[in-house]
């Protein structure tokens, strides 16, 4: 095999393989560039942060993918050859290109990370999401928060039409189109104010007596009436249907009738007895508070930050 056909057998030919096969990287251009300039390799070594033995394997790497010689290394310096000159040139612009790219990603992720849009159902909006957006706000100072409160059926089509970046639902189940992560456990509590008959009672109510008495309820849609309506196999018609868990807990406090509210929701009204809470037998009334997000729309930037605030709060245990 002649000298000519021997060097041709070891190139790659213009057009087979991949780019990313046939250029070399920007690290390798970057440390070409620095000797050209210095005219050292070890002192290009030493301005990347390599060593000069691993600039030195970069540069002859470099040589063997371009098929060309690049620099002449001798003991008063590195200098270019003639072709080194030319792909230097090149590499200027390549170089100059990227960090132009980089310049734009990084305009970009400010966007993202200058605002955060989140849908939460109620009684994560009004009891939950509250303490998490301060912390975030803590590490995060600019970056301006919109929240949507509104019932899980509500969060998810909010998500789903891009209205926001990460929702909070209280549902069974998550929508289709959605991805999920549970943050914290809730339990749903049985109360009526104290005038009630039921806040004397002296055994707990059967299951089946809590499915048929009229409640005070939230509307269709909510994840507390969901979970209750799983958990009793139906319930009766409503006493009265309202919108919010404040409004569901302010007609039992006033003696419209019995609720079924979180233990989140009724914390201060059961330790000043505006409520009594109300045993039941033969029901599970747990359920899991969860993250939400578009399906291959992983959250990031500040919607991951606050994702991760969620698990380490006491009540996400």
């Given at each position: 095999?002649?000298?000519?056909?021997?060097?041709?057998?070891?190139?790659?030919?213009?057009?087979?393989?991949?780019?990313?096969?046939?250029?070399?990287?920007?690290?390798?251009?970057?440390?070409?560039?620095?000797?050209?300039?210095?005219?050292s390799?070890?002192?290009?070594?030493?301005?990347?942060?390599?060593?000069?033995?691993?600039?030195?394997?970069?540069?002859?790497?470099m040589?063997?993918?371009?098929?060309v010689?690049?620099?002449?290394?001798?003991?008063?310096?590195?200098?270019?050859?003639?072709?080194?000159?030319?792909?230097?040139?090149?590499?200027?612009?390549?170089?100059?290109?990227?960090?132009?790219?980089?310049?734009?990603?990084?305009?970009?992720r400010?966007?993202?990370?200058?605002?955060?849009?989140?849908?939460?159902?109620?009684t994560?909006?009004?009891?939950?999401?509250?303490?998490?957006?301060?912390?975030?706000?803590?590490?995060?100072?600019?970056?301006?928060?919109?929240?949507?409160?509104?019932?899980?059926?509500?969060?998810?089509?909010?998500?789903?039409?891009?209205?926001?970046?990460?929702?909070?639902?209280?549902?069974?189940?998550?929508?289709?189109?959605?991805?999920?992560?549970?943050?914290?456990?809730?339990?749903?509590?049985?109360?009526?104010?104290?005038?009630?008959?039921?806040?004397?009672?002296?055994?707990?109510?059967?299951?089946?007596?809590?499915?048929?008495?009229?409640?005070?309820?939230?509307?269709?849609?909510?994840?507390?009436?969901?979970?209750?309506?799983?958990?009793?196999?139906?319930?009766?018609?409503?006493?009265?249907?309202?919108?919010?868990?404040?409004?569901?807990?302010?007609?039992?406090?006033?003696?419209?009738?019995?609720?079924?509210?979180?233990?989140?929701?009724?914390?201060?009204?059961?330790?000043?007895?505006?409520?009594?809470?109300?045993?039941?037998?033969?029901?599970?009334?747990?359920?899991?508070?969860r993250?939400?997000?578009?399906?291959?729309?992983?959250?990031?930037?500040?919607?991951?930050?606050?994702?991760?605030?969620?698990?380490?709060?006491?009540?996400?245990?």
């Amino acid at each position: 095999m002649s000298g000519a056909e021997g060097q041709g057998s070891g190139r790659t030919s213009p057009g087979v393989g991949s780019l990313a096969h046939r250029v070399p990287d920007l690290g390798a251009l970057e440390l070409l560039l620095a000797v050209a300039r210095l005219g050292s390799l070890g002192a290009a070594a030493r301005e990347v942060g390599v060593t000069q033995p691993a600039a030195s394997s970069r540069i002859r790497s470099m040589e063997r993918q371009l098929g060309v010689a690049l620099v002449d290394r001798s003991p008063r310096g590195s200098r270019l050859t003639d072709a080194g000159v030319l792909v230097t040139d090149w590499a200027r612009r390549v170089v100059e290109a990227a960090e132009a790219f980089d310049v734009g990603a990084q305009a970009l992720r400010d966007r993202r990370d200058s605002r955060l849009r989140v849908a939460a159902s109620m009684t994560i909006a009004e009891y939950l999401l509250p303490g998490w957006l301060l912390a975030l706000r803590a590490g995060r100072p600019d970056t301006a928060v919109s929240l949507l409160a509104g019932n899980s059926a509500a969060v998810a089509q909010r998500l789903l039409s891009d209205e926001a970046d990460l929702g909070f639902v209280e549902g069974l189940t998550v929508p289709a189109g959605l991805d999920s992560v549970v943050v914290a456990h809730d339990h749903l509590v049985v109360v009526t104010a104290p005038g009630h008959p039921w806040a004397r009672r002296r055994r707990p109510l059967r299951a089946a007596e809590l499915a048929a008495t009229p409640l005070v309820l939230r509307e269709k849609g909510s994840g507390t009436r969901q979970v209750l309506d799983a958990a009793l196999g139906g319930l009766a018609r409503p006493l009265i249907e309202l919108s919010s868990t404040t409004a569901v807990k302010a007609s039992a406090v006033g003696g419209a009738g019995p609720a079924v509210l979180s233990e989140l929701a009724v914390g201060e009204e059961l330790a000043t007895r505006r409520l009594v809470s109300v045993p039941v037998d033969g029901v599970l009334l747990r359920r899991d508070l969860r993250a939400v997000w578009r399906t291959g729309h992983r959250p990031a930037g500040p919607a991951r930050e606050l994702l991760g605030l969620t698990r380490k709060s006491p009540k996400g245990r």
